[in-house]
């Protein structure tokens, strides 16, 4: 039973280049969330997903960061013309159903570095 | 505004008892939860209090009080394995879960 799989575990990009990190959830789950973690911190929530909707991107900053759950395959945080402050551990969740009371399972991360 | 507060370190010794505390002011609230992350690796889940009281699940329980917006997270015999961040988070609506920067647990000899 594959949990919250993420890809790549480390991505390594130049300033100006564009980031794609990928989240696949666990099987049965639709809803899928997106977290950042700079070191030393907590996570902080960016989008909320389900299939081909986003319901809440509050956590999103306004440029750059771009995510979405298609249909057909994983769910992909797009982040355009990196900067060096992008670098950070970006989270994925994923739960059943938009029962708040469920926990979200995580992903193990991505981590991003901008050199 | 939205505000979760927890210790930023602790230390305890191999075999003892340690509570760490974690107080919340959020615009809603439908359950608190527990997580441990070590170093990198994904947060796990360790609990869920929605109601006023103790969940308690083998060495590790947790205590809400509503009223007070205040939570705290209790490991027993503890194991050098448990060191470990341990972060505080609060569902705050349907669609958004609140993290607080964690608390970082070094478990000495």
């Known amino acids: 039973n594959a949990g919250v799989m993420q890809n790549p575990r480390h991505l390594v990009r130049r300033r100006g280049q564009e980031a794609r990190l990928r989240c696949s959830p666990m099987?049965?789950?639709?809803?899928v969330y997106w977290y950042r973690q700079l070191p030393e911190e907590g996570l902080k929530f960016m989008v909320y997903?389900?299939?081909?909707?986003?319901?809440?991107e509050s956590g999103m900053p306004k440029e750059r960061f771009s995510a979405e759950f298609p249909k057909e395959g994983p769910s992909i945080l797009r982040i355009q013309q990196v900067v060096r402050g992008d670098s950070a551990a970006y989270f994925c969740?994923?739960?059943?159903?938009?029962?708040?009371?469920?926990?979200?399972?995580f992903g193990d991360g991505t981590r991003l570095s901008i050199l | 505004g939205q505000n979760i507060d927890q210790p930023t370190e602790m230390t305890a010794t191999e075999g003892a008892i340690v509570q760490i505390n974690c107080t919340y002011q959020?615009?809603?609230?439908?359950?608190l939860f527990w997580y441990q992350q070590h170093a990198g690796e994904a947060p796990t889940f360790l609990s869920y209090?929605?109601?006023?009281g103790l969940e308690e699940k083998g060495r590790f329980s947790s205590f809400l009080s509503r009223s007070k917006g205040y939570s705290y997270l209790l490991l027993k015999e503890l194991q050098m394995k448990d060191s470990a961040s341990y972060l505080c988070?609060?569902?705050?609506?349907?669609?958004?879960?609140?993290f607080g920067s964690g608390t970082r647990l070094s478990i000495r000899p």
């Open positions: 988070a609060v569902s705050s609506s349907a669609s958004k879960i609140i």
């Open positions: 209090n929605v109601l006023d």
């Open positions: 099987k049965g789950h639709s809803h």
């Open positions: 997903l389900q299939k081909e909707n986003i319901i809440d």
């Open positions: 959020t615009s809603g609230f439908n359950g």
């Open positions: 969740a994923s739960s059943p159903d938009r029962n708040q009371y469920q926990p979200q399972h």
